[in-house]
């Protein structure tokens, strides 16, 4: 495949951009070479600026569970831009996605009741925990290792030595003070919440969780463990906040709360909300809503939170979320999964598949799907950037980083995913 037009952007980006990109994992500094400039996507697949087509698993990191330009969210789109495009004042676009959300999820998950819309995941964990140190009048977060939570600075914290510690800033530029009230905990490991509560009884704003960690290799989690964080979160008046910016709508309209049965009192939202604009939200209980500004003391507001063409985008994107489409994204799901895992095994490659709904991911030299970040090997991450760029040779674009899942959209049907089966087929590690 020739890739000659994309690198000449890409040299042309990086004078402007710092490493050419606005996303630090689509420099492909996890899998080597430069990035591809893509100039039109439709449906499943994407086309670079050298005319080269790929099937696209990466589907913007989440939010294209219907694929690329899907009819329905661009004529929604198209009716709004006739009307307005931002306000700054109410409009009932507004109500109408928080209706999608509240009146039918509510109905599984009892806890989600009020909602609030913003532009991006970082933005709804950031004020998701804002809300729940201000309802609780408590300061420490417990959040664990290998679970992300977008770019906010209490969030970019590693665990300290010894369970239940402090943690320590992930990225520079972040005072060793704003990661003092976080607590860095493993995946799957009851007791070091435990731990954490006795050091600190009574100052647990909040557990904040991917319910299914997907940004760090896909962890799933024993739902015994979800249910534990349910049952410690209420013996201590901590708040429990599911993290659904990749789960929600993905593994079903209920997200991960409704896959495992588990109430959560606040939830948020990104990605497939927006049907490919930026919103981000969340949701949960009313008595806590009810401490959000202007209503209550917890300050937190957005010029373009709610604009017209966003809401029209995730209202229409919501409406395409049928029971019908959910199943047939799980049998897509699994005979991806069963097919390559019988490829893997057929040429002895230590690779295997794991999945949930239409979220997968390929896990290398390891006997066992991990559930915590610590299982996962560097090395794998090299076998994984030359299967990477065995599969882009064939057209088949996989996230370019091994740590990333790969997401299945609607549009794929069973001989767009035999394209990928068959670069796999000829993949010599
Ligand atoms: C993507 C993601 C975020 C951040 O969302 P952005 O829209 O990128 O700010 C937060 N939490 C989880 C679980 C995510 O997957």
Known sequence: MNFKNSKTMYEEAVKYLPAGVNSPVRAFRQVGGHPIFIKHAEGCYIYDV????????????????TGHRHPKIISAIEKQIKHSLTLGIPNE????????????????????????????????????????????????????????????????????????????????????????HTIVVPLDNEEAILEAY??????????????????????????????????????????????????????????AAGYYNIYPDIVTYGKII?????VGAFA????????LSPDGPVYQAGTLSGNPI????GIAQLDLLTDDLY???????????????????????????????????????LDHPPRRADEISSESMKIYAKFFHHCLNYGIYLAPS????????????????????????????
């Open 310 to 313: 966003a809401m029209a985008a």
């Open 274 to 278: 927006g049907g490919g604009l930026p």
């Open 284 to 291: 949960g209980r009313e008595e806590i809503f009810n401490m």
């Open 402 to 429: 091994g740590y990333e899942v790969g997401f299945i959209s609607s549009p794929m049907e069973k001989n767009d995913l035999d394209k990928f089966l068959d670069a796999v087929r000829k993949f010599n590690g």
């Open 327 to 365: 199943k047939s994204l799980e049998e897509k799901g699994q005979y991806l999964e069963n097919e390559l895992n019988k490829i893997f095994q057929e040429k002895s490659m230590n690779f295997r598949v794991i999945r949930i709904a239409s979220i997968f991911w390929i896990y290398i030299d």
């Open 93 to 180: 676009l507004e109500v109408e996605l928080a209706k999608r959300v509240i009146d039918k999820i509510k109905q599984k998950i009892p806890t989600i009741q009020k909602i609030r819309f913003v532009n991006s995941g970082t933005e709804a964990v950031m004020s998701a925990i804002r809300l729940a140190r201000g309802f609780t009048n408590r300061n420490k977060v417990i959040k664990f290792e290998g679970c992300y939570h977008g770019h906010v600075d209490s969030l970019l914290v590693k665990a300290g030595s010894g369970l239940a510690t402090f943690g320590q800033p992930s990225s520079a530029g972040i005072p060793k003070s704003f990661s003092e």
């Open 50 to 65: 050298d005319n080269n087509s790929y099937l696209d698993f990466c589907n913007s990191w989440g939010p294209l569970i």
């Open 198 to 255: 006795k050091k600190y009884p009574n100052d647990i704003a909040c557990i904040v969780v991917e319910p299914i960690p997907a940004n760090n290799g896909l962890l799933l989690q024993r739902k015994e463990f979800l249910e534990f964080l349910r049952k410690v979160t209420l013996e201590h008046q901590s708040l429990l906040i599911f993290d659904e910016v990749i789960s929600g709508f993905r593994v079903g309209y209920y997200g």
